[in-house]
């Protein structure tokens, strides 16, 4: 009998969508995955400006205008997991990970999905506040969600739902020692804070923060992920 299909879902950072994963998806492929990705709300070919756009409002109100993003694709990711299950034979656990905005989507959605079971991520964060982010240089500010923004916050906010993280799920967080745009920070408090809830499972939180790099995808870093992916969890 034909053993069912691991699943890797990948996400891009930033509002790039599933074209822009296609090296990833194809290694992923090569070490015997089904690999997919998906365009988010708000991402790809959802977009509905250029990150040359978005950027700017995103600094000046980050609540207001990506906390919306992180919690719509977050949900959307559990529609891709079922889609998988039915249509491709894909079974749990699901392995999930992406690169800055991808990989925080991937984190909240294996707070929400018990049967996702392993992530990786590049340059991303469970803390959905970013204390110490920068652009350009300057310090973001707090900025203030709407009602809308605040309701996903409520609920899907990793780091403020420890509890969701019950089925301990291996996550692995591969961080700029230098990145002042997603500190380093967000993932070592996670992982510190995740401690009593993984108990004797902490081999399975793993943070590497790597000198001198600051918000950059290195070649190291993607190793890094596939191995973890490869890893007896």
């Not at 995103?58 to 039915?86: C, K, Q, S, Y």
């Not at 204390?131 to 923004?149: E, I, W």
Request: one cysteine or more; glycine letters at 10%; a negative charge.
């Amino acid at each position: 009998m034909e053993a069912p299909a691991r699943l890797a879902l990948w996400l891009c950072g930033g509002i790039s969508g599933m074209n822009a994963a296609a090296r990833e998806l194809d290694a992923l492929a090569d070490a015997g995955f089904v690999a997919v990705s998906f365009d988010s709300w708000r991402r790809g070919t959802r977009a509905a400006e250029t990150m040359a756009e978005l950027f700017p409002r995103g600094m000046a109100n980050f609540p207001h205008v990506v906390w919306p993003m992180l919690g719509n694709a977050a949900l959307e990711a559990l529609r891709i997991l079922d889609w998988a299950e039915t249509e491709l034979g894909a079974k749990p656990p699901f392995f999930g990970g992406g690169h800055s905005l991808g990989g925080d989507i991937m984190i909240a959605a294996a707070g929400l999905d018990p049967r996702i079971g392993c992530v990786a991520t590049i340059n991303s964060t469970p803390d959905w506040r970013r204390p110490g982010m920068r652009a350009d240089g300057k310090l973001v500010g707090p900025g203030t969600p709407d009602a809308y923004a605040q309701w996903f916050y409520d609920r899907l906010d990793p780091i403020t739902h420890l509890a969701a993280y019950a089925h301990k799920p291996a996550m692995a967080f591969e961080c700029g020692a230098d990145d002042d745009h997603v500190p380093a920070d967000g993932a070592q408090r996670f992982k510190a804070l995740l401690a009593p809830v993984y108990g004797t499972a902490q081999n399975r939180l793993r943070v590497i923060c790597h000198a001198g790099i600051g918000h950059e995808y290195t070649p190291e870093m993607w190793q890094n992920c596939m191995a973890w992916f490869r890893e007896p969890h």
